[in-house]
């Protein structure tokens, strides 16, 4: 009698989509069932509105969070509709209501969980390994850091998922990348991704979900996967993931919303089946050897334009091409960089420590290492911006704030904050070294030049004045 031949070998990615399939719609596109939902004011308003004027409802409304994040003030003693946006306060309040109307799971901006939807959901286990998570922005791909396969989408397919809680999606490509060798000191998770795209380009991700592997991923904390996979999509990939292990259950075990007792043992038995199967094949793997990587910095308008924080400035002529010489001659001009100066000792005028992608609390540990008995140079304005609430009074409970604002530093409300111009024109027509995910003209305020790093490099260069490298500032804990 014959024996059935073993199942191939099968990807992460390979395991949560077949389990997610309700149907297939071509022969590269497959109808998925979306676990999570969540929306918040400034697109989520605009779902919401335009489900219920077609008359429909929430088909899942205990699987879908709505939060208030991105237009609401980060200024201590906010109100309730308080918005530097012109559009905010309307925007706000049309979620509110929905929310409060539909009976969804809704973090007000006052509520004791409130904060970034993507700090928020792995933050109280609302999101788990295994799940789908859908959101409109783009960063949401953040959430993979726990094993999750989470993506932005549109408002349209918002109201879709909102009214179905499922959604097509075509069947990307396979990447893995494996990040190998011991991460050096002063090196973090932001240093690893702006690495990997400064490699590879910003469009080396396009078609492909990506998941990152290696040594110095197995030992990497969860916060710190969140942040690689955060800026996933800065790679132009969609999805990017760390499937689970024993560092992602440590971290969930005992959040608010996670499994208890007996389910919690069942989920990670499952969880654990999720893992990429030895011998399973991806379509392109990426190798970088982390024993060389140093602080990382973007010196131009795109991150791929990045380097290490003791490299000069390139010079455009040297470019490979045409198009990316032109790209290169933007930045220098729009920059005003000079081509062959080194970006160590550049002058700043503002240091921003928060987003989606820097403002949990081992962000804000590192940064305060390096801040604490120290003093941010006169005249540069410093602004903290927690991700989360919890994060916020969790910092406090340590006596972070004090070594913030005893630095100089402005200690804020958790939102999404200056992370982009959403009215507030804080930074305009300065140099910024930021904690956040993009680089683009004008994307913290008209004129606003953004050098992307860590938040190690961020408050090093606060202290300094100018870009500094966080390996020459004795950290104190």
């Given at each position: 009698?014959?024996?059935?031949?073993?199942?191939?070998?099968?990807?992460?990615?390979?395991?949560?989509?077949?389990?997610?399939?309700?149907?297939?719609?071509?022969?590269?596109?497959?109808?998925?069932?979306?676990?999570?939902?969540?929306?918040?004011?400034?697109?989520?308003?605009?779902v919401?509105?335009?489900?219920?004027e077609?008359?429909?409802?929430?088909?899942?409304?205990?699987q879908?969070?709505?939060?208030?994040?991105?237009?609401?003030?980060?200024?201590?003693?906010?109100?309730?509709?308080?918005?530097?946006?012109?559009?905010?306060?309307?925007?706000?309040?049309?979620?509110r209501?929905?929310?409060?109307?539909?009976?969804?799971?809704?973090?007000?901006?006052?509520?004791?969980?409130?904060?970034?939807?993507?700090?928020?959901?792995?933050?109280?286990?609302?999101?788990?390994?295994?799940?789908?998570?859908?959101?409109?922005?783009?960063?949401?791909?953040?959430?993979?850091?726990?094993?999750?396969?989470?993506?932005?989408?549109?408002a349209?397919?918002?109201?879709?998922?909102?009214?179905?809680?499922?959604?097509?999606?075509?069947?990307?490509?396979?990447?893995?990348?494996?990040?190998?060798?011991?991460?050096?000191?002063?090196?973090?998770?932001?240093?690893?991704?702006?690495a990997?795209?400064?490699?590879?380009?910003?469009?080396?991700?396009?078609?492909?979900?990506?998941?990152?592997?290696?040594?110095?991923?197995?030992?990497?904390?969860?916060?710190?996967?969140?942040?690689?996979?955060?800026?996933?999509?800065?790679f132009?990939?969609?999805?990017?993931?760390?499937?689970?292990?024993?560092?992602?259950?440590?971290?969930?075990?005992?959040?608010?919303?996670?499994?208890?007792?007996?389910?919690?043992?069942?989920?990670?038995?499952?969880?654990?089946?999720?893992?990429?199967?030895?011998?399973?094949?991806?379509?392109?793997?990426?190798?970088?050897?982390?024993?060389?990587?140093?602080?990382?910095?973007?010196?131009?308008?795109?991150?791929?334009?990045?380097?290490?924080?003791?490299?000069?400035?390139?010079?455009?002529?040297?470019?490979?091409?045409?198009?990316?010489?032109?790209?290169?001659?933007?930045?220098?001009?729009?920059?005003?960089?000079?081509?062959?100066?080194?970006?160590?000792?550049?002058?700043?005028?503002?240091?921003?420590i928060?987003?989606?992608?820097?403002?949990?609390?081992?962000?804000?540990?590192?940064?305060?290492?390096?801040?604490?008995?120290?003093?941010?140079?006169?005249?540069?304005?410093?602004?903290?911006?927690?991700?989360?609430?919890?994060?916020?009074?969790?910092?406090?409970?340590?006596?972070?704030?004090?070594?913030?604002?005893?630095?100089?530093f402005?200690?804020?409300?958790?939102?999404?904050?200056?992370?982009?111009?959403?009215?507030?024109?804080?930074?305009?027509?300065?140099?910024?070294?930021?904690?956040?995910?993009?680089?683009?003209?004008?994307?913290?305020?008209?004129?606003?030049?953004?050098?992307?790093?860590?938040?190690?490099?961020?408050?090093?260069?606060?202290?300094?004045?100018?870009?500094?490298?966080?390996?020459?500032?004795?950290?104190?804990?």
């Amino acid at each position: 009698m014959s024996m059935k031949a073993p199942p191939p070998p099968r990807t992460f990615l390979d395991k949560v989509w077949a389990e997610h399939r309700i149907l297939p719609l071509s022969p590269d596109a497959d109808l998925l069932q979306i676990d999570r939902l969540i929306l918040h004011e400034l697109s989520g308003s605009q779902v919401m509105r335009a489900l219920g004027e077609s008359g429909r409802t929430p088909m899942a409304r205990d699987q879908v969070l709505t939060v208030i994040e991105h237009l609401i003030s980060t200024r201590p003693g906010r109100g309730p509709v308080e918005s530097p946006s012109k559009s905010g306060p309307i925007m706000i309040e049309t979620t509110r209501q929905a929310s409060r109307d539909w009976g969804l799971k809704f973090f007000d901006y006052d509520h004791p969980l409130q904060g970034i939807a993507h700090v928020v959901a792995p933050e109280q286990g609302i999101v788990f390994p295994g799940a789908t998570l859908v959101c409109c922005d783009s960063h949401t791909s953040t959430v993979g850091g726990i094993g999750a396969l989470a993506w932005g989408i549109g408002a349209s397919e918002a109201e879709h998922v909102l009214a179905t809680q499922a959604l097509a999606q075509t069947r990307p490509r396979r990447m893995r990348v494996n990040f190998n060798g011991t991460i050096g000191e002063g090196v973090y998770a932001k240093d690893l991704i702006l690495a990997l795209i400064g490699q590879l380009g910003a469009q080396g991700g396009i078609g492909y979900a990506v998941e990152y592997a290696g040594s110095a991923i197995a030992s990497l904390p969860v916060e710190g996967r969140l942040t690689l996979c955060n800026m996933s999509v800065e790679f132009s990939a969609k999805y990017g993931f760390v499937p689970a292990d024993d560092i992602t259950f440590e971290y969930l075990v005992g959040r608010r919303f996670s499994p208890r007792g007996a389910a919690w043992d069942q989920a990670v038995a499952h969880w654990r089946n999720l893992r990429t199967d030895e011998g399973a094949q991806f379509d392109k793997e990426v190798d970088i050897d982390c024993r060389s990587l140093t602080p990382q910095i973007t010196w131009g308008v795109s991150p791929q334009q990045v380097l290490s924080v003791r490299d000069v400035v390139p010079d455009p002529a040297d470019a490979p091409d045409a198009e990316s010489r032109a790209l290169a001659e933007r930045a220098v001009r729009y920059m005003r960089l000079t081509p062959g100066t080194p970006l160590l000792g550049t002058a700043i005028d503002a240091a921003y420590i928060g987003s989606c992608t820097n403002a949990r609390l081992s962000d804000l540990r590192a940064a305060a290492r390096l801040l604490r008995g120290r003093h941010v140079k006169p005249g540069i304005q410093a602004v903290c911006v927690p991700g989360s609430t919890p994060v916020k009074h969790a910092a406090e409970a340590e006596g972070l704030d004090r070594v913030f604002m005893d630095a100089g530093f402005e200690w804020r409300e958790a939102a999404c904050g200056f992370c982009a111009n959403m009215g507030d024109a804080r930074f305009a027509d300065q140099r910024v070294i930021s904690t956040t995910n993009r680089n683009f003209e004008d994307r913290q305020g008209p004129a606003t030049r953004t050098h992307l790093a860590s938040p190690a490099t961020v408050a090093a260069s606060a202290i300094a004045g100018c870009i500094a490298d966080p390996r020459l500032f004795t950290a104190i804990d």
